[in-house]
């Protein structure tokens, strides 16, 4: 079975192999502030998803330093990174949630640096009111802008669970007013939430290969300490899978999307420090060896 690898697609896009860099630019989420909530998504951790994102530099006014935030990303990859260009992603919370003057602010400073060639963002579905759209298709035309956006399911029971704070038509609503102004759309799908089965998570991925969007983050549900879901694990109500099991329903969602949709990420590893489980997850080696073997084989 083929799939259009991330790797291939910034080839494709680029030229040649292109690095991200996780990148903290200082926002909070409407689910951690009080608009919604204060405790995030039930599996999110205190880093608002961005355990491996660049330590959060500040200048002298206070405002994130996103240019030295850069450079410090660059130098852990440098070494393997023959092109010398790279992908600014703003991992952390919700990067669309706020000042808009702020953000032109800080995903400015990513657009100005040199060796940037794209500008990827992490956000909700209902945090992308008309000025940030606008913004954003600001943005877009100095350099590529992509939009991450957390769907995880498309079931009404689990988004209660996980506290997503949306409902379906938020996100449907989104991906067209993005994709209407030439974004390229992203869209996040756990698999593994408790109380979904595999036909369930396969209906999500099937619904976002048909959604409009142009690529997808397949990503294992991991259970972190301080987090929600750890309480609920601990007592018993969070079963995960193992890795043979997971292998093979990634490979059986991938055969659902459209064969031009890339597929940015099979799995995904928790900060080990705080990693609960499943702990196989860990060595990314193994698992990525096992996806190939699996999807080869089909």
């Known amino acids: 079975m083929e799939y259009y690898s991330f790797s291939q697609y910034v080839k494709d896009t680029f030229g040649e192999k292109v690095y991200k860099i996780a990148l903290d630019g200082g926002f909070t989420c409407p689910n951690?502030?009080?608009?919604?909530?204060?405790?995030?998504?039930?599996?999110?951790?205190?880093?608002?998803?961005?355990?491996?994102?660049?330590?959060?530099?500040?200048?002298?006014?206070?405002?994130?330093?996103?240019?030295a935030q850069i450079e410090a990303g660059k130098k852990r990859v440098e070494a393997k990174n023959k092109s010398g260009k790279y992908i600014a992603y703003f991992q952390s919370f919700t990067n669309t949630y706020g000042d808009v003057s702020y953000m032109r602010e800080v995903f400015g400073q990513a657009m100005a640096h040199p060796d940037i060639v794209a500008v990827s963002i992490g956000t909700r579905?209902?945090?992308?009111?008309p000025e940030v759209l606008d913004l954003l298709a600001?943005?877009?035309k100095r350099k590529p802008v992509w939009v991450e956006l957390g769907l995880q399911t498309i079931h009404p029971e689990t988004a209660r669970y996980i506290r997503r704070g949306y409902d379906l038509p938020v996100f449907e609503?989104?991906?067209?007013?993005?994709?209407?102004?030439?974004?390229?759309?992203?869209?996040?799908?756990?698999?593994?939430?408790p109380g979904e089965t595999k036909d369930m998570m396969k209906e999500t991925v099937s619904y976002i290969g048909k959604s409009g969007a142009d690529g997808i983050k397949l990503q294992l549900l991991h259970v972190?300490?301080?987090?929600?879901?750890?309480?609920?694990?601990?007592?018993?109500?969070v079963p995960v899978m193992e890795m043979e099991e997971y292998v093979k329903l990634v490979a059986d969602c991938i055969?659902?999307?459209?064969?031009?949709?890339?597929?940015?990420?099979m799995t995904g590893d928790g900060d080990k420090k705080i990693l609960m489980a499943p702990l196989w997850s860990g060595d990314k080696k193994r698992v990525w060896n096992a996806l190939q073997k699996e999807i080869k084989s089909r």
């Open 32 to 67: 951690r502030d009080g608009s919604l909530g204060t405790r995030g998504c039930i599996f999110c951790s205190g880093k608002g998803s961005g355990d491996f994102a660049q330590s959060p530099v500040r200048d002298k006014q206070g405002m994130p330093d996103i240019f």
């Open 125 to 129: 579905p209902d945090c992308l009111p």
């Open 138 to 140: 600001e943005l877009n």
């Open 173 to 193: 609503e989104a991906v067209k007013n993005l994709k209407a102004m030439g974004i390229n759309v992203i869209v996040h799908c756990i698999l593994g939430l």
């Open 224 to 237: 972190l300490k301080g987090t929600d879901l750890a309480e609920d694990y601990v007592q018993g109500r």
């Open 255 to 265: 055969a659902l999307l459209p064969k031009n949709m890339v597929i940015h990420r």
